[in-house]
């Protein structure tokens, strides 16, 4: 279920839009966003998360970027040896079939 159908749910399920002073559908939908939407700005490597989550690495050394993920020991990606000095999250698939 993708974040537009979570909202979609929330909305049709009936909840007051105000009740006693709290604005119950708004919180609901606050809710069910994620913790943190992380920037879309270069972050030092050393704050990236290590859960074989897809990243976006940069080598500030040789200047490239690529997609990588941490395989519990290392940096991975298929086409290049890795020294990542910074990271940002990958963009959504623009694909509607896929997360």
Known sequence: ?????????????????????EFVLADAIIAALPDKI???EWQPIATAKKDRT?????DEDNEWQAKAWWDGDAWVCPH???SPTHWMPCL????????
Request: no cysteine; charged share 30%.
């Open 38 to 40: 992380a920037p879309l």
């Open 1 to 21: 279920m993708d974040m537009r159908d979570k909202i979609a749910q929330i909305v049709s399920s009936g909840a007051k839009w105000r009740d006693k002073g």
């Open 92 to 99: 959504p698939d623009p694909r509607p079939d896929k997360d």
């Open 54 to 58: 897809g990243i976006l690495v940069y």
């Open 80 to 82: 290049a040896v890795l």
